[in-house]
T-cell receptor
């Protein structure tokens, strides 16, 4: 019944490696969001998906960050050539596409770049 | 751009005390307003919301009223409990059908002592 799930829950990687973070939204939710929660920047928006397309990528901090969504469901956030400043908790949320609708958040993936 | 300013923490109160966490916002148009809560070791969850001016959101004894004239959405509770200890985030979403990306405040850590 589930809520939004994310994997892995924790990821430790070395600087320069690529990482993939996965999000499974609530079934039937067409809108999907990625956010990042870090000590220095607080909670910030990264990217929004409507179905499989991403009409708003304005929050992605650099071209090392990309995301895709397939089948209107699962989404993957990829960070290439990770840097220490990428260390953060990456949160995924999903919602129905209705004005003011609640976004339901997953538990997050805690990424540590050494 | 849109922004949310909320009361800096940490806030420490005794059990049964009255709680106010201030939140003001800047946005174009008429945003929806939210309070999210993050309990220790848990993910973000919606506490309450209001989608238009003068609406009052309420849940678990917490209340907040959407005040357009003062651009505020202050969180209040008449008698706090130890179990209310958490980080509270004020947030808004701009009126952009479908893309309801959230802009968050910096969060206020609340600790209730018995």
């Amino acid at each position: 019944g589930a809520g939004v799930s994310q994997s892995p829950s924790n990821k430790v990687t070395e600087k320069g490696k690529d990482v993939e973070l996965r999000c499974d939204p609530i079934s039937g939710h067409t809108a999907l969001y990625w956010y990042r929660q870090s000590l220095g920047q607080g909670l910030e928006f990264l990217i929004y998906f409507q179905g499989n397309s991403a009409p708003d990528k304005s929050g992605l901090p650099s071209d090392r960050f990309s995301a895709e969504r397939t089948g209107g469901s699962v989404s993957t956030l990829t960070i290439q050539r990770t840097q220490q400043e990428d260390s953060a908790v990456y949160l995924c949320a999903s919602s129905l596409e209705v004005l003011g609708e609640t976004q339901y958040f997953g538990p997050g993936t805690r990424l540590l770049v050494l | 751009g849109d922004s949310v300013t909320q009361m800096e923490g940490p806030v420490t109160l005794s059990e049964e005390a009255f709680l106010t966490i201030n939140c003001t916002y800047t946005a174009t148009g008429y945003p929806s307003l939210f309070w999210y809560v993050q309990y220790p070791g848990e993910g973000l969850q919606l506490l309450l919301k209001a989608t238009k001016a003068d609406d009052k959101g309420s849940n678990k004894g917490f209340e907040a009223t959407y005040r357009k004239e003062t651009t505020s959405f202050h969180l209040e509770k008449g008698s706090v409990q130890v179990s209310d200890s958490a980080v509270y985030f004020c947030a808004l979403s701009a009126p952009n059908f479908g893309n309801e990306k959230l802009t968050f405040g910096t969060g206020t850590r609340l600790t209730i002592i018995p």
